[in-house]
């Protein structure tokens, strides 16, 4: 029997003990760790595959850019994959599992310097470990006036790790990568680069100026395998003054609305008097928020409403609505600027959706609001605040499942509402709800759809495999790219975007990864799979 | 008072859990084990209050698994979760020699993070319903 959990593909056991030997020799005992008891919450999954396919072999857990050069050397010399998370919380994209069985989980949680914060111009560089949190602690000790965009888990995931996956938020600055300056990259052969002006020597404007000279590579380095990102530059936004802040929602009532919302707020959005990645929540979703927060003390969740096998019927979900007095679609936006700015502002965005929907829309601001955690949850979202309550969506099924689908929408009414209607469509069909928002980006939607189901029940596994694939297949087929997946659907995902981008992906890859070190599977990109 | 299910429900995993965090055993899945404890107990008990009162949990846990219990709810939002299991996981190293847990998914999500970045790792993790899932994390 063997004395490690699982072995990487190709490795003998002897060779593997020969690399952990060498790992510990740099690294020390406790920071390369491979008992069960360790390794478990790296197997905390919620896709549909069970965790002996995404179990890894060993953790190990560097401090420093020369513990991560040493460690590619071994890793070259014994041919053991690194999978590499920053905090690890890409929960519902694959967690901190491996793509594939047997590889070391290259924990970076334990380089958590926030090296420099710029507060004239509103920029930090931080390592890996680093949250979202530690920033916001950080400006409040020194008293700084600077809001960092957030991702939901924002308490517990990294500026790094989000960035790295081209994760969003919901401020202006919610395009992550877009906001981000200057990287620094580990390359598996051990050579440290630093992207944009970063290779200048003694460079002062890293973290100011994204391009550099000649071909602009950070895009490389981003859902990626070709090198393990150690320092990354990130844009602040400068908080408002007192007043020149007005989160709102507008709840409408029905579910084909949807086209004539996207075409009353894009216009709004494209001229900037709506700034920020503001989005379009569906009823399934908001209902799942509420979960936490009843005040009797009784949770209330999808089997409350409905016992019955399949997808919720329309008249549930209605039934469901009216209970949380929540819209069929709940739009969540914000102002910012100065109070005469915000105010006539709110003038022109209040004025042309009363105008499109008139006493079909509900409008609430934070004095309607009161102290709503649902709306209390978006107003620190659109702020950069620390909030978790986005994990409510996991008591609304139970059962520890769930899959983000993401598919890129044009920011087109036709378009959402087509989007809508297909993945509405494939879920009801297979048994699950549409469970929705689409957050808005400059000029396209991330359309965000929470595939949720029970991963202790072996049917609805298999059920919530097939969805997905459908979907993934379906919207495809409609011209509808993801622009990021979970671990168990990379491979497929990747070929959605053609031959041609897979081949350059891989000749990449054997550019700068010959041996194949880096998290393959990583965006399907894998030399032990042929194309 | 609990239902007979559930006592015996509480048994297991308590007795588990337990044995598992005294011996110094560790295990990926959940399994039974004699209680076969080798210091006085001095557990942790992280509940939510949709799944049972305060003195249900300590009742049941002494009466498997004799020691000195406290419970403590999780209460508010999911984002205080987060925060206070860190703090109570803190509290607990070197006052405490086992804390489990008997929690809703979407607070698990949260309390398993919150144990990771402590520093922590478990013993096992079941989802002993949809809606139910217990732990026990090493100490």
């Known amino acids: 029997m063997s004395r490690f959990i699982a072995l990487p593909k190709g490795v003998s056991e002897q060779t593997f003990a020969k690399a952990i030997q060498e790992y510990r020799a740099i690294l020390g005992e406790d920071r390369v760790l491979t008992d069960p008891a360790s390794l478990q919450s790296y197997m905390k999954i919620m896709i549909p595959e069970t965790e002996e396919l995404h179990k890894p072999s060993a953790a190990i857990y560097p401090r420093t850019v020369k513990d991560i050069q040493a460690i590619v050397a071994i890793a070259n010399k014994y041919k053991t994959p690194l999978w590499t998370v920053s905090t690890g919380k890409n929960m519902g994209y694959g967690s901190a599992a491996p793509a594939t069985r047997g590889q070391i989980v290259l924990d970076l949680k334990t380089m958590k310097k926030i090296i420099h914060v710029d507060e004239e111009l509103g920029y930090c560089l931080v390592e890996p470990g680093v949250t979202y949190y530690d920033l916001q602690q950080y400006f409040r000790k020194h008293k700084m006036n600077l809001w960092v965009d957030v991702p939901a888990p924002s308490a517990m995931a990294s500026p790094v790790g989000n960035t790295a996956d081209r994760g969003v938020g919901y401020t202006p600055y919610g395009e992550h990568f877009l906001v981000s300056c200057g990287m620094e990259v580990v390359l598996a052969n051990g050579d440290v680069i630093r992207t944009g002006t970063g290779g200048v020597q003694n460079s002062t404007s890293w973290q100011s100026s994204k391009w550099g000279y000649g071909p602009y590579l950070d895009g490389l380095f981003t859902q990626s395998n070709l090198g393990i990102i150690t320092k990354l530059g990130v844009w602040l936004l400068k908080g408002p003054p007192p007043g020149g802040y007005m989160p709102f929602l507008m709840k409408f009532p029905k579910v084909e609305m949807l086209a004539d919302i996207v075409k009353t707020f894009m216009p709004l959005r494209l001229a900037q008097i709506i700034p920020n990645a503001c989005v379009v929540v569906n009823a399934g979703w908001e209902a799942a928020g509420y979960f936490t927060y009843d005040k009797n003390g009784k949770g209330t969740n999808r089997s409350t409403f409905y016992k019955g096998k399949g997808s919720l019927p329309p008249k549930v979900f209605q039934e469901i609505m009216d209970k949380f007095k929540i819209g069929a679609w709940n739009f969540y936006a914000a102002l910012y600027g100065s109070p005469e700015q915000v105010a006539l502002n709110w003038k022109y965005v209040s004025g042309a959706f009363k105008a499109k929907f008139g006493n079909q829309v509900q409008i609430i601001t934070e004095k309607e609001a009161?102290?709503?955690?649902?709306?209390?949850?978006?107003?620190?979202?659109?702020m950069g605040g620390s909030t978790l309550q986005e994990f409510g969506l996991y008591n609304w099924r139970g059962g520890g499942g769930s899959m983000w689908f993401a598919p890129v929408a044009a920011a087109r009414p036709s378009e959402c509402d087509k989007q809508m209607r297909i993945a509405t469509d494939i879920l009801n069909k297979h048994g699950f709800d549409y469970v929705s928002e689409f957050i808005v980006g400059w000029r396209e939607m991330h359309h965000i759809i929470d595939l949720l189901y029970d991963r202790t029940q072996p049917d609805e596994m298999?059920?919530?495999?097939?969805?997905?694939?459908?979907?993934?297949?379906?919207?495809?087929?409609?011209?509808?790219?993801?622009?990021?997946?979970?671990?168990?659907?990379m491979e497929k995902a990747a070929k959605t975007y053609g031959p041609e981008m897979r081949k350059i992906h891989r000749t990449l890859k054997?550019?700068?990864d010959p041996n194949n070190i880096l998290s393959p599977g990583k965006s399907g990109i894998n030399l032990d799979i042929p194309l | 008072m609990m239902e007979t299910g559930r006592r015996g429900f509480f048994k297991q995993i308590f007795t588990a859990g337990v044995a598992l965090a005294a011996s110094g055993m560790s295990a990926v899945h959940p399994r039974k084990a004699e209680a076969s404890v080798q210091e006085r107990i001095r557990g942790i008990c992280l509940y939510v209050p949709t799944l049972g009162k305060a003195s249900d949990f300590v009742e049941m846990m002494n009466n498997n698994a004799p020691g000195s219990w406290t419970a403590h709810p999780l209460t508010g939002s999911l984002t205080e979760h987060y925060f206070t299991t860190r703090q109570l996981y803190a509290?607990?190293?070197?006052?405490?020699?086992?804390?489990?847990?008997?929690?809703?998914?979407a607070t698990f999500a949260i309390v398993h993070e919150a144990i990771v970045d402590s520093g922590g790792s478990f013993h096992y993790v079941t989802y002993e319903e949809r809606d139910r899932v217990t732990f026990s994390a090493r100490m």
């Not at chain 1, 709306?375 to 659109?382: G, I």
């Not at chain 1, 969805?467 to 919207?475: A, D, K, T």
């Not at chain 2, 405490?96 to 847990?101: E, I, K, L, R, S």
């Open chain 1, 370 to 382: 009161k102290d709503d955690p649902i709306f209390e949850y978006r107003r620190q979202l659109m």
């Open chain 1, 510 to 512: 054997i550019a700068l």
């Open chain 2, 91 to 105: 509290e607990a190293q070197g006052n405490a020699n086992t804390f489990v847990g008997v929690v809703d998914p």
């Open chain 1, 462 to 489: 298999h059920r919530a495999y097939q969805c997905f694939e459908e979907l993934l297949n379906v919207f495809s087929k409609n011209g509808y790219g993801t622009y990021r997946t979970n671990t168990a659907f």
